[in-house]
């Protein structure tokens, strides 16, 4: 009989076994210390033994102060010391990410309290974050960055084949050309700017960037025909991404298209911004008004889109001679005072001895430049020079650089472990400009020509930032 009752109970409790084991054993849990013997325990995991509860209950971690997490806006909880009293959780406390705070992290910070815009940016609050509104030139997360890099039309780094237009005029019985590629600012000679023909009733002058740019404003130039003044009174200034699709340019807040105002004379230089600034790979100068002729020489400022490529300061001696070393000098007809230094190594120097040159033609040299601190280096750009008449240039180099000036690491292409070969001048006064795509961070740059055109020469300016 007892058999049959022990058979019984155990048949009735079969199909809630599992459920009764689990809602015992976290029955147990949830009690005070010494609530239950350790008999009634014992108990329970005897009957799971002897097979009424045939399984092993796997129960859910406890609740505690920290799950579910009490935090906020992605807020980090931390338990911080234990109650001695069995029935109080533990304290905790939340460290909130940026830009929130509160027990909880429920309080959005005024990111936009501590003034973080530089340069008369406009800060607006966001949720965890600001954001700068800034005023062209400038451009970068705080506006500190200046995007005024002159982009090529004077220097010719914007290659002739980048210039067009709509029509060009043809003077004096049809032998001077006044084509689009003479449209680089301060051109000299007697034919030396663009000008539309004169039964071109829409006229316009577009350069290709080759790729998106961040375009911050344009400085434009009239020139003299036949003793005339000619040049751009007012212009407009369109823009596209696609060579396709055309947006002409309008202030901020207006729809009404913005026309610039031009030049007053055929010499001085007039300069007017872009605010905001223009991001597009074409560009297109329309003109409105002109004097005698649509005729203009221009240069266009901007930046690359990451807007980290200020001149470091080979031109302007922000780099001092101290921080220019090389691995030798040559000295014309071995005389000391025509020794080409690599002090000399600035872009656009002026002089008999303009340029460095090393004291042999191979590979083995090079011209090695000290920021004295980390930037972030985002190009370069070259150029050549003459000895005595001699056009002499580099037409290939490599470039390392170095966090100590020992150990050097030599930029290598994109996705390759192959040492990349840049492409250099092809004369003596032509600027290049190089892009490292992706940038590097160093101290130390080093100049390695691995092909040159008569005689190893360079001058130079490195493109970056303090980012």
């Known amino acids: 009989m007892q058999r049959k009752n022990s058979l019984l109970k155990k048949n009735l409790f079969s199909p809630y076994q599992d459920f009764l084991f689990c809602l015992a054993t976290f029955a147990i849990k949830l009690q005070p210390k010494g609530k239950y013997s350790i008999g009634i ?39 911080i010391a234990s109650s001695r009293r069995g029935d109080v959780f533990s304290e905790y406390i939340c460290k909130c990410p940026s830009g929130f705070e509160g027990v909880h992290c429920q309080t959005n910070v005024n990111d936009c309290a501590m003034e973080p815009c530089k340069n008369g940016g406009t800060c607006r609050d966001l949720d965890g974050d600001y954001t700068c509104n800034c005023p062209s030139p400038y451009v970068g997360k705080q506006c500190q960055l200046r995007c005024i890099s002159l982009l090529g039309m004077e220097g010719g780094a914007i290659s002739e084949s980048q210039i067009y237009s709509s029509s060009v005029h043809y003077g004096v019985l049809g032998l001077q050309r006044w084509g689009p590629e003479l449209a680089r600012l301060n051109n000299q000679g007697i034919v030396n700017a663009w000008t539309s023909a004169a039964h071109d009733r829409n006229p316009w002058i577009e350069i290709n960037m080759q790729k998106k740019m961040r375009l911050t404003g344009i400085i434009t130039q009239g020139a003299s025909r036949m003793g005339a003044a000619e040049y751009i009174k007012n212009f407009k200034v369109a823009s596209s ?16 298209d913005k026309v610039f105002v031009g030049n007053s004379d055929n010499d001085s230089t007039k300069t007017n911004l872009f605010d905001p600034p223009i991001v597009a790979q074409y560009i297109r100068i329309v003109p409105v008004v002109c004097r005698r002729a649509c005729t203009l020489r221009m240069e266009l400022v901007g930046c690359e889109i990451h807007g980290c490529t200020e001149a470091l300061g080979m031109k302007s001696r922000l780099i001092s001679d101290e921080q220019l070393s090389a691995s030798s000098s040559f000295r014309t007809w071995a005389i000391d005072a025509f020794t080409w230094h690599p002090q000399f190594a600035r872009l656009d120097k002026m002089g008999k001895t303009n ?29 050549g020079a003459k000895d005595f008449g001699v056009v002499q240039f580099v037409s290939e180099f490599k ?19 192959n040492e990349k070969i840049f492409q250099g001048n092809i004369d003596n006064n032509t600027h290049k400009k190089n892009i490292f795509e992706p940038p590097f961070y160093a101290r130390y740059v080093k100049i390695i020509p691995w092909e ?12 970056g930032c303090d980012d």
């Open 41 to 79: 325990r014992l108990k329970l995991y005897f009957w799971r033994i002897m097979g009424l509860f045939p399984f092993i209950c796997i129960c859910s971690d406890e609740t505690g102060p920290c799950s579910p997490n009490p935090c906020k806006n992605d807020g980090t909880c931390e338990v």
């Open 241 to 256: 991404l696609d060579g396709i699709s055309y947006i002409t340019y309008k202030a901020e807040g207006q729809r009404r």
């Open 355 to 383: 340029a460095w040159s090393p004291a042999h033609n191979n590979r083995s040299e090079w011209i090695q430049v000290d920021l004295e601190r980390t930037k972030r280096i985002t190009g370069i750009i070259t150029q």
């Open 399 to 417: 470039v390392a650089y170095s966090d100590d000036g020992k150990s050097w690491t030599v930029v290598k292409e994109e996705n390759t472990d």
């Open 452 to 463: 040159w055109h008569e005689r190893i020469t360079l001058r130079l300016e490195l493109l």
